[in-house]
């Protein structure tokens, strides 16, 4: 059964700090990971789309990098602001007809 | 480019009934998912199309929800007898190529009394 995990699961850290959130899966055989961005009561904007063959991807202050032979990815968010303030979720697939996502990590980030 | 467009928003519905949500892809997107979502959790697969074919479906859903994507662009979600249980926010997503950003739209939220 394919399982997808996010450590911690709420997260507050003042303005201005950089931040690590985490996303681990059962299965390495993925095809891709992408990070998601989700504001209370709508829906997922995709941030970040790393494909098997790649290592990282970067947009603006976010980072993803990706290691598939430890089940593992990290999203790293530079020099937090308050507008930041999201749940942050991953989703992997294994064959492009379906996504699995974890729980997600709920950032507050403190003016 | 307008993005993808769920319609109702919210539906309140009493259990028993059958409420349907429709759900509109970016244009030129030929997969289309739908994906169920509940408070505090990542959302869970439902069913995929592509363009028209239905490719895929949750073991998960019972007889009582049925998908239809007609021609290839609009899909629809249909429960029937609808359970308390079924109360969740349903998402539509969808994208140009397997390899590709998903795109969701701002779902419906469903509630059943």
């Known amino acids: 059964k394919q399982e997808v995990t996010q450590i911690p699961a709420a997260l507050s850290v003042p303005e201005g700090e950089n931040l690590v959130l985490n996303c681990s899966f059962t299965d390495s055989a993925i095809y891709n990971l992408q990070w998601f961005r989700q504001d209370p009561g709508k829906g997922l904007t995709s941030l970040l789309l790393?494909?098997?063959?790649?290592r990282e991807q970067t947009s603006g202050r976010l980072n993803a990098s990706l290691d598939k032979s430890s089940g593992r990815s990290t999203l790293y968010i530079a020099a937090s602001q308050p507008g930041d303030s999201a749940t942050y979720l991953c989703a992997v697939t294994y064959n492009f007809n379906k996504f699995y996502f974890g729980s997600g990590t709920k950032l507050n980030v403190k003016p | 480019d307008t993005g993808v467009s769920q319609d109702p928003r919210h539906k309140i519905t009493k259990r028993g009934q059958n409420v349907t949500f429709r759900c509109d892809p970016i244009?030129?997107?030929?997969?289309l998912y739908w994906y169920r979502q509940t408070l505090g959790q990542g959302p869970e697969f439902l069913t995929y199309f592509q363009n028209e074919a239905q490719l895929e479906k949750s073991r998960l859903l019972s007889d009582r929800f049925s998908a239809e994507r007609p021609k290839g662009s609009f899909s629809t979600l249909e429960i029937q007898r609808t359970e308390q249980g079924d109360s969740a926010m349903y998402l539509c997503?969808?994208?140009?190529?397997?390899?590709?950003?998903?795109?969701f739209g701002s779902g419906t939220q469903l509630s059943v009394l």
């Open positions: 244009s030129e997107h030929n997969r």
């Open positions: 790393i494909q098997s063959s790649q």
């Open positions: 997503a969808s994208s140009h190529g397997g390899n590709e950003k998903l795109f």
